[in-house]
């Protein structure tokens, strides 16, 4: 592609017509570390390119229309949000653990009252 650029920009049409004559037989043009020598394999590619950013605009789309995306845009300071977020995401956690505590022991509780109760019958 720079191969391209710079016979252009040096109006070099000498070497701008040897790479159009390449490109027209096949024989391969570089674009970056790629070399293309398929004209149906570009063509697929393009496709295929073009299909992902169809799927992106969907999925823009679909954060604006929730308003995720706005949400997002009006976080001024993202650090302090996460900060904020980190803090009461574990108190959440704390929480829960706090409850699930209580629940085990009611059920030991539970469990012990049981066994005796049973342990009379027997």
Known sequence: MSE?????????LEKVLGILKSLIAGSGFVVGSDTFFDVDALAAHIKSIKQQIDQLELEITEMESEGVLHDIQNIDDIDAYFDSLSIKLSDELQH?????????EMNEKLVDRCTSSLSAYV
């Open 4 to 12: 391209l650029n710079t016979a252009y920009r040096l109006k070099d």
């Open 96 to 104: 829960l653990k706090n409850e699930l505590k209580n629940l085990v």
